[in-house]
């Protein structure tokens, strides 16, 4: 195709419903044709955006010669919800149920952050009540669990290792069923509200997270016996997906990819929040930079987790798990009824029955919700993935004025380029399983 | 004064609301009447306690909010329409900001100082609130003040997380804004730098030279909010399709969807719903 006619690949015509463009792809003579005529093996490949193992619908754009990538591109949006853009036009405490949506596989974190955000705005950080934190704490490092697990299930099967992937999603189920225990909910839980939590721990779930705790003690062995120093994993990691620190603070890598360089950065120790400084436990590192590092760095983080959530345990008290203050606490008392979960009998019985100013005010603040105080606030908590920081801005109505996820699988994909440049195609995909993106949470 | 304490009720006492929906309908009408004024003055009158929230002529205006519940097609018959209040932001902060915000700010204004840049220049104001410390720098001079905050060993701001823009689209000239918060693992600190750029003259400098990851950031916040930022790389769309109209995160950029039917009942789009902000 001639040169002439190259806006034909893209033309627009008008609608009644706007200009539609009809991207072609007519441009593909041009390049077949010099593909032909050079005598080398340059070539252009799009991996993804639906390719088993890309990480979700992540496309990467690959220029090889040979087996070796010379250039390596990412191109993302393609599951961009805009979930900043609806929490504008929902209360703050219904933008939970949206935020726990943006990475999937750590929706606690997400909960978490965004409502240490929102009470730093309200000014109640110190009125959170204790078993509040610690359920909070509790769920994030059983969450650190299953994030971690996905992270080295999916990573071993993009290595052909398919019985990793078995014995990692076999476990993550474990403590997928402690989350539907609490919450109702695997995934996507709108737990953790601004104020405290939805609801108290049922019965009966201390008890079986004390058996998993047992159990996954068991379990985290046999990936060092699957894994660890083995010798095809070891040749198919160690020094693939390569970035020294340097590279982690240019480009704001954070998490495992910048511990795995030998800087114990945590969140959790260095800007405590939600009482860390009080939890006796390691941040583990490496001096390797490489994949490899960053799989031995999840293993261990995982059995420091198992020890934050055995102290949790110990010191949950009994208590509430929402602040006093009634303008900002949900009102309903929730209660398992013979149709679900939903307000409690009693609670119905007052507000229907004898109390109107009850109802107004429960109807009031769950239709119209609380205000909060102009002004911003960042709170930043550290994920399995990495820094997840939330800007938040109040301009003192019941609904977010604008809220902003930093999420850490966003900023720590920009390294992929990084990461791959120079090396062999097979290994771009252990270095893109090496950061753990997730692009419920890239996109957002 | 009768106007104040009605507005004082209305936004206070849920269970007062609907018993004081007439009497503000007929007190605003009358001071319609009057004074020709409408609704009640917020510079005047808003130092009352039972107001909610900050009010008052403290901190910077960012919109003067008329009526309620977010009907601004004349169709409001609740009795607010005559409302008027204004919103405002925290604003700048007098010495001593407290804590390690000093130290931050002597070293910040020290480097640009040797750097013959006059302090007041480049800082626009210095805004300490909720235990956070936010300098709102003049854009002209971002690039400067940012490789300060980096290189000079007793600031050392090694990690930027990203770029948020936000919109005010009231705030006449300063109606977008770029907001940076700045980490430094060397001492353990967190700061914000606000930049703000006109609505026609959107364009801020970019960090990237200084700070590479805010590659995707900046291309993040220019699909959302359409603030240009000079001397990037590679300034496309990164979430939206490239083809896109219109920048999603604007204020003047509707949040679309369709009213839905529940139990016989019209539903409104999330964005054509009552609101009370």
Known sequence: ?444 | MSESNNNGASNNGASNNGASNNNGASNNNGNKAAGGDNGVNPEKDLGSQNLPGQRGDHGEEIRVQRGMFGANNGGDTSGYGGLVRSVRLPGASSRPYGGWFDEVADELEGALEEQDLLPASAIEKTVVDRDELTFHIAREHLVRVARTLRDDPALRFELCTGVSGVHYPEDKGRELHAVYHLRSLTHGRVIRLEVSAPDDDRHVPSLVPVYPTNDWHERETYDFFGLVFDGHPALTRIMMPDDWQGFPQRKDYPLGGIPVEYKGAQIPAPDQRRSYS
């Open chain 1, 1 to 444: 195709m001639s040169a002439s006619n190259a806006t034909s690949h893209a033309s627009g015509r008008e609608t009644t419903e706007g200009t539609v463009y009809t991207v072609t792809g007519g441009d593909w003579d041009e390049v077949v044709e010099q593909a032909a005529k050079s005598d080398d093996e340059r070539i252009i490949v799009n991996m993804g955006p639906q390719h088993p193992s890309t990480h979700g619908v992540l496309r990467l754009i690959l220029e090889i010669d040979g087996e070796t990538v010379t250039e390596a591109r990412c191109g993302i949006g393609y599951l961009h919800t805009g979930i900043e853009k609806n929490l504008e036009y929902r209360t703050w405490t219904q933008g939970t149920t949206f935020v726990t949506r943006m990475d999937y596989l750590t929706p606690f974190y997400n909960e978490t952050a965004y409502c240490l955000a929102v009470e730093k705005l309200l000014g109640i950080e110190n009125e959170i009540p204790d078993r509040a934190t610690v359920i909070r704490v509790l769920l994030m490092e059983l969450n650190r669990l299953s994030s971690h697990l996905v992270a080295i299930a999916t990573g071993g099967m993009e290595l052909g290792a398919t019985t990793i992937m078995i014995y990692g999603f076999r476990d993550r189920e474990l403590v997928l069923d402690i989350f539907e225990l609490i919450t109702g909910l695997r995934m996507n839980h709108a737990y953790i509200r601004p104020g405290g939590l939805a609801q108290d721990l049922p019965p009966g779930a201390v008890d079986q997270i004390r058996e998993f705790v047992k159990k996954m003690q068991k379990n985290l062995t046999e990936y060092d016996k699957l894994a660890t120093g083995n010798p095809i994993f070891k040749g198919r990691m160690q020094d693939v997906g390569y970035l020294d620190l340097a590279g982690c603070m240019a480009l704001g890598a954070t998490g495992p990819i910048l511990r795995s360089t030998g800087l114990p950065h945590d969140l959790r120790k260095t800007d405590p929040y939600c009482g860390y400084e009080t939890y006796d436990f390691d941040v583990p590192t490496a001096d390797t930079c490489d994949s490899y590092g960053r799989f031995l760095i999840r293993l261990e983080e995982m059995r420091q987790s198992l020890r934050i959530v055995e102290q949790c345990l110990d010191r949950l008290e009994p208590g509430p798990v929402m602040v006093g203050d009634k303008k900002i606490a949900w009102p309903a008392q929730l209660a398992l009824g013979p149709d679900g979960l939903g307000n409690s009998l009693d609670h119905i019985k007052k507000i229907m029955g004898t109390s109107m100013e009850a109802l107004i005010h429960h109807f009031k603040l769950v239709t119209e919700g609380f205000r909060v105080p102009p002004g911003q606030a960042y709170a930043a908590v550290e994920s399995p993935k990495g820094e997840l920081g939330v800007h938040v801005v109040s301009d003192g109505g019941t609904r977010p004025y604008r809220v902003h996820f930093r999420d850490p699988s966003f900023t720590n994909l920009q390294a992929m380029a990084a990461m791959c440049e120079g090396g062999q195609v097979a290994d771009v995909i252990v270095a893109v399983a090496s950061i753990d993106p997730v692009m419920g949470g890239v996109d957002r």
